[in-house]
């Protein structure tokens, strides 16, 4: 395990530029969207929610999650807040 040291003002300033690069793929991150098994997934579901049609908005969607998510807890961290 590695520590890397980084102003936390950055990886924020990065994360939301992130978040705004995700709001511009297909028209819009799809943040119905959720990670799935492909080997698993039933293909009718799938077409049912979206997924077929507009994929580059259902990938958005999840990543734009994932890094709102890390987003937060990096705010919330009382760790992170120390300067």
Do not use: C, H
């Given at each position: ?13 990065l994360?939301?530029?992130e978040?705004?690069?995700?709001e ?5 991150p799809?943040?119905?969207a ?17 997924y ?6 259902w ?16 705010e ?8």
């Open positions: 395990m590695s520590i890397i040291l980084i102003k936390k003002e950055d990886l924020v300033e994360l939301q530029s978040l705004k690069a995700w511009n793929i297909g028209g819009g799809n943040l119905n959720f990670e799935f098994n492909p080997q698993e997934a039933d293909p009718a579901s799938l077409r049912d929610l979206g077929y049609t507009r994929r580059d908005s990938i958005a969607g999840v990543r734009y999650k994932k890094v709102l998510e890390y987003l937060k807890s990096l919330d961290s009382p760790l992170a807040a120390r300067q």
